[in-house]
């Protein structure tokens, strides 16, 4: 009885405590300027921005988020800010923009290489795109592996 007691007690309390958190700004804008290393943070806070649409600002916390430091340790999510900032200039048409984001990038996702592939279609750097879609196609799922296959067809006409 007591056990159950304490789960509706906890199941409760978590179910408010929720309501407290809805909004990723008040969460993490002041932790995140009590500590700019807290890139995860940054990263929540660039969410928060985009679901605000504040494209500006979703991107640059984006940006910030991916900001390394050789003397501190801080967790990132890497992949996912690489790709939000690069959806964020394929919806704004800034081919250039994903090309320049994309570059180096080692640990880019499948999702960002389809979307730098589409930039080069469109910067009429078919052999690149070409390059990075038979990179991509093997890790890709099926909806975008079909996605990654037409527009390989599309290239080759």
């Not at 009885?1 to 993490?28: E, N, P, R, Y």
């Not at 995860?40 to 390394?68: C, M, P, R, V, W």
């Not at 990132?76 to 984001?101: C, F, G, M, P, W």
């Not at 909806?143 to 006409?157: F, T």
Request: hydrophobic share 40%; with cysteine.
């Amino acid at each position: 009885a007591v056990c159950v007691v304490w789960i509706v007690f906890m199941g409760h309390s978590t179910f408010m405590g929720g309501f407290q958190f809805k909004h990723d700004g008040l969460l993490f804008a002041p932790e995140v300027e009590k500590d700019p290393h807290f890139l995860e943070g940054h990263f929540y806070l660039g969410n928060h921005f985009f679901s605000q649409n504040q494209i500006k600002l979703a991107d640059e916390a984006y940006a910030y988020s991916l900001h390394t430091s050789p003397t501190v340790i801080a967790y990132s999510e890497r992949q996912s800010a690489l790709y939000n900032r690069v959806l964020i200039a394929t919806k704004a048409k800034d081919h250039k923009k994903v090309v320049t984001l994309v570059q180096g990038e080692e640990h880019a996702s499948p999702q960002t290489l389809l979307l730098l592939a589409n930039a080069l279609h469109y910067l009429h750097k078919d052999e690149e795109a070409l390059h990075v879609l038979e990179k991509a196609k093997p890790i890709l799922q099926s909806e975008e592996r079909k996605k990654a296959e037409m527009l390989i067809d599309l290239i080759k006409r």
